[in-house]
């Protein structure tokens, strides 16, 4: 956030597909910028459009630290817009009948297969009819208050403040963890009953060679402990694949997808730290060996006799 409360219309804001009454008009606008409760006060406006039959998603910007790109401010491009038409820093572009030059380009992409153009801000308002997506302002005093205050004497606004935001991609990742904490917890339980299926079939199968080995003296707890060395070995193998697969996929995603997402710069040692290595694998291995307790104590509670008469 470029300050302390953003601003939207009531309907939800303006962005791809929303219609013309989602946006901050310029009464509006003209009000919020005579709050006393606010200063610092910037505009951002979104649209779309289209350029020789290729839709466009246009951004007007009033801070370019929200965008990485290869230029200076001014008029930036998407990747997709250079490799379709040739654009390079110094053509000209044409945005609804009038002409910018391109000042910078970018890998950024929406995603849907549209063209991406980052425009200042004073120049995107009036291509889309002086309208404004959101405003941004620091507040003075509590943001809080000043949230409210602006709620009440503004008509058909929205306001947000960081801790908003904040609360909204706390809810937004809880959700998430907890989809992908069910699917975990699915696979762990599946992994588990696996190791405990395989252990109860390698005791069965190997009945007459544990009958041998507590004949020649072998006592219950040393048949115990290498079963349960067997599985404890079963998971870490396990862990150790996993751990490979995973730094294989992760590596193919941030050379693939890396620019997309901004991310291009994120090394795997990041995405696969020490700490996340050692939990996988001793977490592995701690369930193996608990899934193979019970395959454990019965190969260590086999009668001798019986188990060598085993076939």
Same mark, same amino acid.
């Given at each position: 956030?470029?300050?302390?409360?953003?601003?939207?219309?009531?309907?939800?804001?303006?962005?791809?597909?929303?219609?013309?009454?989602?946006?901050?008009?310029?009464?509006?606008?003209?009000?919020?910028?005579?709050?006393?409760?606010l200063?610092?006060?910037?505009?951002?406006?979104?649209?779309?459009?289209?350029?020789n039959?290729?839709?466009?998603?246009?951004?007007?910007?009033?801070?370019?630290?929200?965008?990485k790109f290869?230029?200076?401010p001014?008029?930036?491009?998407?990747?997709?817009?250079?490799?379709?038409?040739?654009?390079k820093?110094?053509?000209?572009?044409?945005?609804?009948?009038?002409?910018?030059?391109?000042?910078g380009?970018?890998?950024?992409?929406?995603?849907? !297969?549209?063209g991406?153009?980052?425009? &200042? @801000?004073?120049? #995107?308002?009036? /291509?889309?009819?002086?309208? +404004?997506?959101?405003?941004?302002?620091s507040?003075?005093?509590?943001?809080?208050?000043?949230?409210?205050?602006?709620?009440?004497?503004?008509?058909?606004?929205?306001?947000?403040?960081q801790?908003?935001?904040?609360?909204q991609?706390?809810d937004?990742?809880?959700?998430?963890?907890?989809?992908?904490?069910?699917?975990?917890?699915?696979?762990?339980?599946?992994?588990?009953?696996?190791?405990?299926?395989?252990?109860?079939?390698?005791?069965?199968?190997?009945?007459?060679?544990?009958?041998?080995?507590?004949?020649?003296?072998?006592?219950?707890?040393?048949?115990?402990?290498s079963?349960?060395?067997?599985?404890g070995?079963?998971?870490?193998?396990?862990?150790?694949?996993?751990?490979?697969?995973?730094?294989?996929?992760?590596q193919?995603?941030?050379?693939l997808? !890396?620019?997309?997402?901004?991310?291009? &710069? @994120?090394?795997? #040692?990041y995405? /696969?730290?020490?700490?996340? +290595?050692?939990a996988?694998?001793?977490?592995?291995?701690?369930?193996?060996?608990?899934?193979g307790?019970?395959?454990?104590?019965?190969?260590?509670?086999?009668n001798?006799?019986?188990?060598l008469r085993?076939?």
């Amino acid at each position: 956030m470029m300050g302390d409360i953003s601003i939207y219309n009531s309907s939800g804001g303006a962005y791809m597909g929303s219609t013309m009454d989602s946006y901050l008009d310029q009464k509006t606008v003209s009000q919020i910028k005579n709050m006393s409760q606010l200063y610092d006060i910037k505009e951002e406006t979104t649209f779309t459009t289209e350029m020789n039959r290729t839709p466009l998603y246009v951004i007007g910007l009033s801070n370019w630290d929200q965008v990485k790109f290869n230029g200076t401010p001014g008029v930036v491009i998407d990747q997709s817009l250079v490799d379709k038409f040739g654009y390079k820093i110094g053509s000209t572009i044409t945005i609804k009948e009038k002409d910018f030059t391109v000042t910078g380009i970018t890998k950024e992409t929406t995603g849907m !297969g549209m063209g991406i153009i980052f425009l &200042d @801000v004073d120049k #995107a308002v009036p /291509l889309n009819d002086n309208k +404004v997506t959101s405003i941004s302002a620091s507040a003075r005093g509590d943001p809080e208050t000043v949230k409210k205050e602006v709620e009440s004497q503004v008509s058909g606004v929205t306001a947000m403040t960081q801790s908003d935001f904040t609360k909204q991609i706390d809810d937004m990742m809880n959700g998430i963890m907890l989809f992908i904490g069910a699917i975990a917890s699915i696979g762990l339980i599946v992994g588990v009953i696996s190791i405990v299926n395989i252990m109860l079939v390698n005791v069965t199968e190997r009945t007459r060679e544990i009958g041998v080995l507590k004949a020649i003296g072998f006592t219950n707890r040393e048949v115990l402990g290498s079963i349960l060395m067997e599985a404890g070995l079963l998971g870490f193998i396990g862990a150790m694949v996993g751990l490979i697969l995973a730094a294989i996929l992760l590596q193919l995603g941030i050379i693939l997808f !890396g620019a997309q997402l901004g991310m291009e &710069d @994120v090394s795997l #040692a990041y995405m /696969l730290p020490a700490w996340l +290595v050692l939990a996988v694998v001793g977490g592995a291995t701690l369930l193996s060996v608990l899934a193979g307790l019970y395959p454990a104590w019965r190969a260590s509670r086999l009668n001798v006799v019986e188990a060598l008469r085993y076939d």
